[in-house]
């Protein structure tokens, strides 16, 4: 099993920055993707990015490209999402999420481990 632990979120105003933080721990060979969804009240749960334990390699929803940029630590199995330039649309609540497959992929349901989740808010 994974457990994650994700932290960071708070209340910034319009144009601010956040950072994210995702902590892995037991099985942690298994996080071969790291990734981060978001869900706005009565919205569906949506990719936010994913990054390769492999090779680095990245993806990211076309809302927030060039804003939000997806790094991880190997040897601290901890995945960061550094968010500039924030909109009042970006509110949600942030999850962590792990994949025990190789491939960034967008789909909620191919991730097995979630952390708990960290509130998101941007006042205009």
């Known amino acids: 099993q994974v457990q994650l632990v994700d932290s960071g979120g708070g209340m910034v105003q319009a144009g601010g920055s956040l950072r994210l933080s995702c902590a892995a721990s037991?099985?942690?060979?298994?996080?071969?993707?790291m990734g981060w969804f978001r869900q706005a009240p009565g919205k569906e749960r949506e990719f936010v990015a994913g990054?390769?334990?492999?090779?680095?390699?990245?993806l990211y929803a076309d809302s927030v490209k060039s804003r939000f940029t997806i790094s991880r630590d190997n040897a601290k199995i901890t995945a960061y999402l550094q968010m500039n330039s924030l909109k009042p649309e970006d509110t949600a609540v942030y999850y962590c999420?792990?994949?025990?497959?190789?491939?960034?992929?967008?789909?909620?349901?191919?991730?097995?481990?979630w952390g708990q989740g960290t509130q998101v808010t941007v006042s205009s």
């Open positions: 990054i390769s334990r492999y090779d680095g390699s990245t």
């Open positions: 037991g099985r942690t060979s298994s996080t071969y993707v």
């Open positions: 999420a792990a994949r025990d497959a190789v491939g960034v992929v967008t789909t909620r349901t191919l991730y097995r481990y």
